[in-house]
Structures are given as structure tokens and as C-alpha cells.
């Protein structure tokens, strides 16, 4: 997969994400926990935003990011304006970090792997796929909460 592809794949569950936060019809509902599962859809948000600063940002673009993991899942009650504001820059940054990677660094080793070694190229699907996976945790908790169903989502290739 070029980098180019992938970088769109980023952004456009981004923009879903962005979407996501959206829905939700206050700020306290993003801050609600179902039954059984231990984060909110506020506390996923921040993960991914630090998860995506981290591993692309610092990792590969090498953009200057103190990740504070911790915080990730103890903070409570920002706004979804608040949330929205630090997530449109990340789709950016990821877009433009992983548009721009040469296939050489897409080969090459990834700098640090708590999974093994493995190329730049896995280890981007590799957060790609914990991107997806969080992104349908909010989904689910946005409609067990309001009783709504899916949202219209942002196209890969938007039509003109």
C-alpha cells in the first residue's frame, strides 16, 4: 500500500471521528460509560489523539509530543468543542506525516515496537486498525446512548 492511500484511510476515519464527537447531543454524554465497559467515548478520543501524536507525529514526522498516556483515560468533562479543536489539526498531521513517507521509510523498521520488529508500512495498518477499533467503540456508546442509529459518514474520494 502506497503512502498516499493509507494517509487517506487515516483521514477520512478522522473526519468519521470528528463526526462521531459531533453526534453526541451534549457534553455530558460524551463523559457516560455503558454498562460493563470501563472508557467513554470523551476518554477514546483523547487515546486516539494521543495515540496518533505519538506513533505518527513524534515517531515518524518527528514533531516534538510529550505523550501523557495516563491522562488519556483519567480526564473528564472537556466539551466536544474542546475535543473537536485538538482533533482537526490531528487529521492534518497524520495526513500530511504519512502522505509524505518515501517507500523506503514505509520498508524500513519502525523505531520502536512493543509488537516485534516490523516495517513503518505494518505498523501504520497496525494503528490503523486500533484507530477502527476505537472508532466503533464510540460509535456503539454514541447510539446506546441516544438511541440513534449511524451517521452519515465521509466519503474516501468526496464527490464534487
Known amino acids: 500500500m502506497q503512502s498516499a492511500e493509507l494517509a487517506a484511510l487515516f483521514a477520512r476515519d478522522l473526519k468519521r471521528l470528528v463526526q462521531e464527537i459531533e453526534a453526541f447531543p451534549d457534553d455530558q454524554t460524551l463523559w457516560q460509560i455503558c454498562p460493563g465497559i470501563g472508557n467513554s467515548a470523551g476518554n477514546l478520543a483523547l487515546h486516539l489523539e494521543g495515540n496518533l501524536r505519538d506513533f505518527v507525529g513524534r515517531l515518524l514526522g518527528h514533531i516534538e509530543f510529550a505523550r501523557q498516556r495516563d ?80 451517521i452519515t459518514l465521509t466519503q474516501l474520494h468526496p464527490q464534487p
Open 71 to 150: 491522562l488519556e483515560f483519567s480526564s473528564r468533562g472537556l466539551t466536544r468543542d474542546e475535543i473537536l479543536a485538538r482533533l482537526q489539526p490531528l487529521i492534518d498531521m497524520v495526513q500530511t506525516v504519512i502522505s509524505g513517507l518515501t517507500p523506503e521509510i514505509m520498508a524500513a523498521p519502525y523505531p520502536v515496537s512493543q509488537l516485534g520488529p516490523m516495517s513503518s508500512g505494518q505498523f501504520l495498518i497496525h494503528v490503523y486498525g486500533h484507530l477502527s477499533y476505537h472508532l466503533g467503540q464510540i460509535d456503539y456508546a454514541r447510539r446506546f446512548f441516544t438511541g440513534q442509529g449511524a
